[in-house]
């Protein structure tokens, strides 16, 4: 009866208290071994059927251009070539706009919107022909004005992508004017590629009746079958989509995947043959988005003591050609621009440019690292015009539970511990100490200065489009005592089937060899929603919860029955099934009550509660809660070469009752590196043309095992059972650590700040590349002043 209850509700009751010993163990990934052997199958390592075809893409070579003529018999001409589709070969909808913008055509018709366009697809026999083959077309071009970065987009007028979003309370305007401190200044952030090890790759084969089969490498498998569907004609209960894993995805493959997939969904109609599609690594970076880059212009004022009185801020984005994600990427930077801090009287706004370059998408923290790094600017340059240490400045701003506590779009912060996360990994890692110290090695050393950072997160956790936050999952117990659990979440690395794995055997005292999970299916899980906004565990988590305890319920009427002891007296231990007095082996008790003939398979369902948005007002609760953490970095930056080091970096992060310590240390320490490089060495560069120049690993820089701090501590925060009522207690860690990074961004900004002895905030810019770090430094010795802000008093 619980488990009914629950999954009419969408929530399992569970005593934090019962679960807290679950939820400690840190079983190793159910993939490792495979992953160690070489034997772990991604799409690219699928037997290829012996009568397979494969697919290349023609790429368009303008940023905006009117297609005069196409000329495609010399591809067609090439040596094992099957076919050669274009728009015009597309009969039903060349349209795969993921939020029904219609603005995305599968392949170019009679413009083009970017350097890299899909124009056609190359069929052939083998992938060497297919790609030999593209490059032949002969493209007729009528150059058109392109827009390609932000900067000119507003100069032109700013067209959108999409919707704007504005978010206020209070009174901005007026805290601004009447204040007795005021500050104004911009923040540029670039983008970031994605560079998951595995690219965009799809397998599809026909079958009877219009059927289609595909393996992807797609975060969101239900997108992808109602995508290969529409463009196909067909109902989705035609279109079986399939993922085992992904070789990385960090939001590269929540839309991105889906162009991949229909094209070789495409050529296997045409021909009646299987047909592969595995773009090349330069080919993936010119076709598919990237983060978002920002610029955001920010007003704020304050006290002397430098409490936020009122903040006015506008993000714009650079979205590229189509919506696809951008809306809701901007609409979660607003969200995030006060990361952990109250704004008095606030306004937000987002400005969605629209230009003719990659369309931008989802990628780890979607929007909210942007906003962040925001936030963090006011404080550390509060912080500059007041005199006082950055770390004091935002502890006086965190969020109150119960009062400074209502968000920009009129949320109530229930839960807030950034203040006690940071006051803890301070004296933890002896922050003022050791700034101290810096601040003495600075006067002295000429050419290496250091710095250190200590910043919060506060991280949101749920699809801000709330119709997402739903989840199913199907489990099946054999006569044999094994359980087989199928749910609708994607594993890209982060351990998520592994958590998956672990509810089960917990729920029946099981060890893992007798768990199995299974791929990704829509055949068998319909209607999931992508494995993103770091929801993963929680919605998935809560399904496989509520499916496993409707089986338990049936097997402990069963037992009680059977055995003659009230239900209260059935329990599922490591050692077996106790009933009553006595212990049955597991098995045991599953084949007779498969004798009598009660029911061993279940789905599960669930759906986030409280939630709620409405983006017409900006108001709302977007978030069933927010994840937790703080970052200190210590830097050293070479004055003459402009290059930096992370000496020393400590993570104190909130993971509620974490489901598995080791793989979530694991994320946290992934997810910090990954933001650091975004901030420090990744950069994007589009030529004049509108050409991605940085397409390929010769021109696109990701941090190296080099590249990680000398000292790396990492520690999760203990007793912190989530309030709400998540998957025993834990919270979400796939996202949060990301905005760690943004400590290292501060620490080499604190270390610039001293070439002008700490006079001069150094409005520092991301990414925090050497060639920005010199310039800064030389603008520091050269002039005095506020760098890139104004001050007013």
């Known amino acids: ?35 160690v052997a070489g034997e772990a199958r991604y799409v690219d390592d699928m037997p290829t059927p012996p009568n397979a075809v494969h697919v290349a893409l023609g790429l368009s070579s303008r940023a905006h251009a009117r297609i005069i003529s196409m000329d495609l018999g010399p591809v067609q001409a090439y040596p094992g070539v099957v076919s050669v589709l274009s728009a015009r070969d597309i009969a039903h909808h060349n349209q795969i706009s993921s939020v029904g913008a219609g603005d995305e055509p599968l392949l170019a018709e009679d413009h ?25 077309a002969r493209v007729e071009y009528e150059d058109l004005p ?13 067209a959108l992508v999409c919707h704007s979003l504005e978010m206020t309370r209070g009174n901005a305007a007026q805290a601004l004017a009447n204040a007795p401190h005021r500050l104004a200044g911009q923040l ?51 279109v079986t989509v399939e993922v085992r894993r992904m070789g990385g995805g960090f939001g590269g493959k929540e839309t991105q995947a889906n162009i991949v997939a229909c094209l070789a969904a495409l050529a296997a109609a045409r021909t009646g043959r299987p047909a592969k599609l595995r773009l090349d690594r330069d080919d993936d970076m010119m076709i598919t988005g990237k983060r978002h880059d920002f610029v955001i212009d920010y007003d704020v004022s304050f006290d002397a003591q430098g409490h936020v009185l009122g903040v006015d801020m506008e993000l714009a984005a650079r979205c590229g050609w189509s919506a696809d994600l951008s809306g809701p990427v901007t609409d979660r930077a607003l969200f995030h621009a006060d990361n952990a801090y109250y704004y008095p009287d606030v306004r937000l706004r987002s400005v969605p440019l ?11 923290g979607f929007g909210g690292p942007q906003g962040a790094a925001a936030a963090e600017r006011i404080m550390e340059q509060i912080a ?11 502890l006086r701003n965190v969020y109150g539970t119960t009062e400074r506590n209502i968000t920009p779009y009129h949320m109530t912060v229930e839960d807030s511990i950034a203040g006690e996360v940071m006051t803890q990994l301070a004296q933890d890692c002896d922050y003022r100490k050791r700034r101290a110290q810096i601040r003495e090695f600075n006067k002295t050393s000429q050419y290496l200065r250091r710095g250190i950072a200590l910043t919060p997160v506060k991280f949101g956790i749920s699809f801000t489009a709330t119709h997402f936050n739903q989840a199913g999952a199907l489990v099946h117990v054999y006569t044999d005592g094994s359980v087989q659990v199928n749910h609708g979440g994607t594993e890209m690395g982060q351990g998520l089937h592994t958590k998956m794995v672990q509810i089960a055997m917990r729920e029946f005292g099981l060890p893992h060899e007798r768990v199995r999970i299974t791929a990704t299916t829509t055949g068998k899980v319909p209607n999931t929603s992508a494995t993103a906004a770091s929801s993963g565990a929680d ?8 499916a496993v305890r409707t089986i338990k319920d049936r097997l402990v009427n069963f037992a009680a029955a059977k055995w003659q002891v009230p239900p209260e007296q059935v329990h599922f231990t490591a050692d077996g099934v106790v009933v009553g007095e006595a212990t049955v082996p597991f098995a045991t008790l599953v084949n007779a009550a498969y004798m009598a003939r009660i029911s061993l398979s279940s789905t599960g369902f669930y759906k986030t509660p409280k939630i709620s948005w409405d983006s017409a007002t900006g108001r709302g609760r977007p978030f069933y809660y927010f994840a937790y953490g703080a970052a200190c970095a210590e830097v050293v930056v070479d004055l003459l070469t402009g290059e930096n080091r992370m000496e020393r970096v400590d993570i104190l992060h909130d993971a509620g009752l974490s489901l598995n310590p080791d793989i979530d240390i694991g994320q946290i320490e992934g997810g910090f590196v990954q933001g650091a490089g975004w901030l420090t060495m990744e950069e994007l560069f589009w030529d004049t043309s509108g050409r991605l ?58 270390a610039l700040a001293s070439v002008d002895n700490y006079r001069t905030y150094p409005g520092l810019n991301a990414p925090a590349t050497p060639e920005q770090i010199l310039r800064v430094a030389e603008r520091l010795r050269q002039q005095g002043g506020v760098g890139h802000a104004q001050v007013h008093t």
């Open 1 to 35: 009866m619980a488990a009914q209850q629950a999954e009419a509700s969408g929530v399992a009751s569970q005593d934090p208290a019962q679960v807290a010993g679950a939820a400690s163990s840190s079983l190793r990934h159910e993939s490792a071994h495979l992953h």
């Open 112 to 136: 083009v919107f970017f350097c890299g366009q899909p124009l056609f697809a190359v069929v052939a026999q083998t992938r060497h022909a297919a790609r030999q083959a593209a490059v032949l």
């Open 146 to 158: 392109a827009v390609l970065n932000i900067e000119q987009a507003r100069a032109q007028g700013g």
């Open 188 to 238: 540029a952030i670039g983008g970031q590629e994605h560079f998951y090890l595995e690219g965009q790759a799809a397998l599809a084969w026909p079958g009877e009746d219009g059927e289609m089969r595909i393996c992807s490498s797609t975060q969101h498998p239900t997108e992808t079958q109602h995508m290969v569907a529409h463009v196909l004609g067909c109902p989705n209960n035609l």
């Open 354 to 364: 629209r230009t003719n370059t990659q369309s931008n998408t989802a990628f780890r």
């Open 384 to 394: 500059f015009a007041t005199g006082l240490d950055p770390l004091d400045v935002r």
């Open 539 to 546: 919605l998935n988590g809560m399904a496989v919860l509520a």
């Open 693 to 750: 120049r940085t397409h390929a690993p010769s021109t696109y820089k990701i941090p190296a095992c080099s590249d990680r701090p000398r000292i790396f501590n990492v520690k999760l925060m203990e007793n912190v059972p989530n309030r709400e009522e998540t998957i025993f207690r834990s919270k979400a860690v796939g996202e949060p650590p990301f905005v760690h990074g943004l400590a290292v961004l501060h620490a080499i900004s604190d």
